[in-house]
């Protein structure tokens, strides 16, 4: 039996991608885990929406319910989300896609997260011959028939997390985030300590 690819997976079918929200959260999982299910809309999944700074602010882009939190981040710097071309993840009444933040228009985009780097773009692998460093790292991925998968690993370079997500059928994936941030969440469960700028939830409203 050939092993599972990543350590989890959480994949939400093309027709059902208008169940993902991104929260603008700055708080933990447990945070709006009970806000949601105080409100009805117990979640389904909860995934990491990328990268932050200390003061809980995104790293990059961030939309929410159509409102724009913080805009494109194209400024040089050093660590994963400046490695290679950034990438953009967004829903809209279209469906759900990864694309350059080149080409990333706001318009009619329910909700948005800008990560770095983008890992494979039109079913190619953009991860460098020499991205080997070995960290737990999460993702998110659109396959052809626009669903959508959320995946984590524990221990893995960046190059070899490409691979695995194009053989799993990606044309499209997005490198979310890593070293204990890359949490997805498939409640029940118990939640980590972590507290994230965004959150993807999956369902629940």
């Known amino acids: 039996m050939q092993p ?33 299910d105080r409100e009805g809309r ?16 995104p790293t990059g882009l961030l939309i929410t319910g159509g409102t724009v939190v913080r805009d494109l981040n194209l400024a040089p710097g050093e660590g994963n989300f400046f490695m290679g ?3 953009v993840f967004c829903v809209s009444d279209a469906g759900a896609r990864v694309v350059r933040v080149g080409d990333f228009s706001p318009d009619g985009v329910r909700c948005a997260t800008q990560s770095g780097p983008l890992l ?10 020499d991205w080997n ?8 991925g659109v396959s052809a028939d626009g669903s959508v998968t959320f995946v984590q690993s524990g221990s893995i370079g960046l190059r070899e997390f490409a691979r695995r997500g194009r053989e799993a059928g990606f044309v499209e ?13 498939i409640p029940p469960c118990t939640f ?6 965004g959150i993807i939830a999956v369902g629940g409203f």
């Open 173 to 185: 994936m997005l490198y979310l985030d890593g070293g204990g941030y890359d949490q997805i969440a």
């Open 42 to 57: 117990t979640p389904a999944a909860l995934i990491n929406a990328g990268m932050l700074e200390p003061d809980l602010t």
């Open 85 to 87: 071309e950034r990438g």
């Open 4 to 36: 599972a690819p990543f350590d989890v997976t959480y994949t939400v079918a093309a027709e059902h991608v208008d169940r993902i929200a991104i929260y603008n959260q700055r708080g933990t999982f447990a945070d709006l885990y009970a806000r949601l």
């Open 192 to 197: 980590g300590p972590h507290a994230y700028a």
């Open 120 to 129: 494979v773009a039109a079913s190619v692998v953009l991860a460098g011959d």
């Open 133 to 140: 460093h070995a960290n737990s790292r999460s993702a998110v």
